[in-house]
Each structure stands twice: as C-alpha cells, then as structure tokens.
C-alpha cells in the first residue's frame, strides 16, 4: 500500500516502513562512527524499539558489537494496516545486526508482567549465561501490577496548585495557554506505580534471582529534569515524583544486588513519549534553536553514545551531588538556559517558526514514524507486512 502519515493530536497512527529503516540506518552510520576500546558484551534493554532504548540499543550492537535483548510493546501489522514505527525499527535493526553477525534477539509483549521477565531470564541462562549492562528506558501510560493485577495509569499534572503557560499545540502549530489543575493523592501516587521505580527493582530482582547478572554489571534508567519553565508540569509534578522513586530503586538495587545501577539524566529530545507532556514540545522547538546555534545540539544516538563511551566505560561516570549521571548537561548549560528563557513569553503562533525550531520538531516527529527520509519514494507502493525475525514466543 502507499502509506502516508496520519496525525491524531500528538501521534501518527500510521508508520513506514521503508522510511523506519532508514531512520535506523542514519543511528546505526553514528554508532559505528565511535568505536570503544571497553564496552558491554551482553545488553539487555528494556523499552528498546523507539527514542532512547533504541538508541541504546544501537549503541550497544555497532559501537560496542555487543550482543543485545530487547523488550518493547509494539503493534505488528493488522488486517493490511501498517505496524507500529517501533515494530519496523526492530525489523530494520535485526537486518542491520543479521548482516552484522550481531546476536540479537527480541520480545514483544508486557516488561512489567512475570511472565516476560522469567522468559527474557530463560532466554539469558541459555543464550549468554549472564548479562552485563541493563537498561531501563520505558515510557508508558499505564501498568498492571503483577501482584495485584490492579491497572495504574498515569497523568502529567502539577502538584499543590493549579499551573498556567504556554504550550504548543504541534498538529495545528498554534500557541495556546495551558492550565492544568492539580493532582490529587490517587493520581500521585499511580504515576509513581506506573513510571516511578518499582518495575525496574523488579526486573533487577529477577535477573538476580534468575543468577543471569555478571559481578562487575551496570544498569541504567533514563530520567529527566528539564527547565524551570517546565517544573510545575514536570519535575515538581506527577511524572517528576515518579522519577523521584526511580532514584529510590537506583539505591535499593545497588544494596540489593550489588549492581552499580545509575539513573542517567538525558535531554529533552522528540520522542513519542515527550510529544505528549504539556509544555515541553514548545521548549524543544526553542531548546533546538538555541543549541543549533551554539553547535551543542544533540538527538537520541549522541547523548547515547556519549552515555556509553564518556560516561559508563571508557571515562569517569562524573555523577552529581544526587549520584545522578548528567548527560542533560550542555542543555542546562545557563547561558543556553538563558536564552530559552529570554524567547519564552515572546514567542506567539505567528512568530514561532522564527523564535524556534518549529519546523525541525515537526520534521523530527515525522521522522519518528518513518516519515519525511531522504531517499524514501513515498509514492511507491510498500509490502506493510514485515516480520521480527528473532522474536521470541
Ligand atoms: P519512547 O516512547 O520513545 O519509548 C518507550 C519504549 O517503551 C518503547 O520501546 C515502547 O515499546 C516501550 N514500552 C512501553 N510500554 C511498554 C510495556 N508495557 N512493555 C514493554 N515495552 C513497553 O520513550 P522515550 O522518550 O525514549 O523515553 C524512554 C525513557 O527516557 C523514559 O524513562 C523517559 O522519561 C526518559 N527520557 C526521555 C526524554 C525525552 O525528551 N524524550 C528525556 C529524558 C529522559
């Protein structure tokens, strides 16, 4: 079929496949570019088909040539429907390492259900023995408590007060103000079930169990903190309590296992999951503009590598006072911060393009689900059915 996007709000329902490809393709040419003298050898990641797993994971295999397990929940291609862009990342992925002789192999099912951790446990005492680095990077509107069954789903709203800005509404490009009332304690404390730390202890409790860790292996959650203009929705609100108990499970993991288990603080970048948080969208565009012009600009796969490289295995972790890795750091750079803030309250629907990156965000949305590639003829007709080669049942 000809596949073309459809936007809804702040997703594409539709994705390419040809266009996924080449997305990866582009991350895969970056990662080989840096090759590692010390790097993992065998690499499960858990959220690992968009945005920040992906990049992981592509890290992982080509700069590292480490064998990879990825986790994720997509959609495979229904009834001539396209699949989800997460389920053709993978596709492409598993053909790049294939091509590689890069073990790979992936599930597509629940992270926060027994059932997947026990299968992705098996699948390590009988492929790798153990594993050496985990990364935690899901994004995720609801969880089921395995224990209790009890669905949590989660919000992204203020805490204490009400919280009025402006946002920007990305299928419309229009400037609006947001209010947003304040959570109450249900609401808290189910975004901490669902994006909070419990599910990552979890995964680390059954590979220790499972006796799959190796003595010296890392883990690493992503977080995020983000500017003053975005506390109130974000590092003060529902989602940064959350991220609160992440930092909770990084110290109870490291007491429990032994595990030097980090959260890694990483920049705003288009993601599926950040098109949806209040405000942020409008702060990307501008952050871009800004960080474009001073050279520091980086997306998914050069805060990964630097992760990878500086950070966990060739140089010094240089956590903060809060033992946080800081890859958010040329974001929070103040003078990059200052002028954020100085653009802020200017920018209006008609000047946006202008004041910020707009045109890049939307370019980068796109891109995310396979759409707007160099190379790409989106007027051919497309095979939609694909299938994940090494997806484990
Ligand atoms: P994303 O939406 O691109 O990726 C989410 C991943 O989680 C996908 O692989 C998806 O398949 C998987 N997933 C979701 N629910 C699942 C489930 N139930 N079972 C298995 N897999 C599931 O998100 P992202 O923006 O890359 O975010 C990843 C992490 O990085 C999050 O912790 C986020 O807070 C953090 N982070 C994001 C940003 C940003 O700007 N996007 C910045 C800093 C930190």
């Given at each position: 079929m000809i596949i073309q996007p459809k936007i809804r709000g702040f997703v594409c329902i539709t994705s390419h496949p040809e266009g996924c490809a080449k997305k990866v393709a582009q991350e895969i040419t970056k990662a080989k570019a840096t090759t590692m003298s010390k790097g993992p050898k065998n690499v499960l990641v858990i959220g690992a088909s968009t945005g920040y797993g992906l990049s992981s994971r592509i890290t992982a295999a080509f700069s590292c040539g480490a064998s990879t397990i990825g986790v994720f929940f997509e959609r495979p291609s229904l009834k001539g429907k396209p699949a989800s862009a997460g389920w053709y990342n993978t596709v492409a992925f598993e053909s790049e390492t294939k091509a590689a002789g890069i073990y790979t192999k992936s599930f597509n099912g629940d992270a926060f259900s027994n059932e997947l951790k026990k299968k992705v446990v098996k699948t390590i005492q009988e492929d790798w023995g153990k594993v050496d680095c985990v990364i935690y990077s899901l994004a995720s509107p609801r969880r089921t408590d395995p224990k209790t069954e009890i669905t949590y789903r989660s919000c992204l709203k203020p805490i204490g007060e009400a919280f009025s800005n402006l946002t920007l509404d990305t299928s419309k490009g229009l400037i609006e103000t947001i209010s947003i009332g304040p959570a109450n304690e249900e609401e808290i404390e189910h975004t901490t079930k669902v994006m909070g730390g419990e599910d990552w202890e979890l995964w680390m409790d059954a590979l220790a169990e499972g006796g799959v860790l190796t003595e010296d292996a890392k883990s690493v959650a992503y977080s995020y903190i983000g500017p003053e203009v975005t506390w109130p929705v974000y590092k003060n609100g529902t989602i940064g309590t959350a991220k609160l108990d992440v930092e909770r499970a990084s110290r109870a993991i490291k007491k429990k296992h032994g595990v030097d288990a980090f959260v890694s603080v990483n920049k705003?970048?288009?993601?599926?999951?950040?098109?949806?948080?209040?405000?942020?969208?409008?702060?990307?565009?501008?952050?871009?503009?800004?960080?474009?012009?001073?050279?520091?600009?980086?997306?998914?796969?050069?805060?990964?590598?630097?992760?990878?490289?500086?950070?966990?295995?060739?140089?010094?972790?240089?956590?903060?006072?809060?033992?946080?890795?800081?890859?958010?750091?040329?974001?929070?750079?103040?003078?990059?911060?200052?002028?954020?803030?100085?653009?802020?309250?200017?920018?209006?629907?008609?000047?946006?393009?202008?004041?910020?990156?707009?045109?890049?965000?939307?370019?980068?949305?796109?891109?995310l689900f396979g759409f707007g590639l160099e190379g790409v003829d989106y007027t051919q007709e497309v095979e939609v059915e694909r299938s994940i080669e090494n997806l484990v049942d």
């Open positions: 705003a970048v288009v993601t599926q999951a950040s098109s949806a948080i209040p405000v942020v969208p409008l702060y990307i565009s501008i952050l871009f503009k800004v960080m474009k012009a001073k050279g520091t600009h980086e997306g998914c796969i050069e805060q990964i590598i630097r992760l990878f490289k500086d950070r966990l295995y060739e140089g010094e972790h240089q956590c903060d006072q809060m033992g946080r890795i800081r890859l958010d750091d040329l974001e929070m750079d103040p003078q990059v911060q200052e002028e954020v803030a100085s653009i802020w309250p200017k920018v209006t629907t008609e000047n946006i393009y202008d004041l910020s990156d707009f045109a890049a965000y939307q370019k980068e949305f796109l891109e």
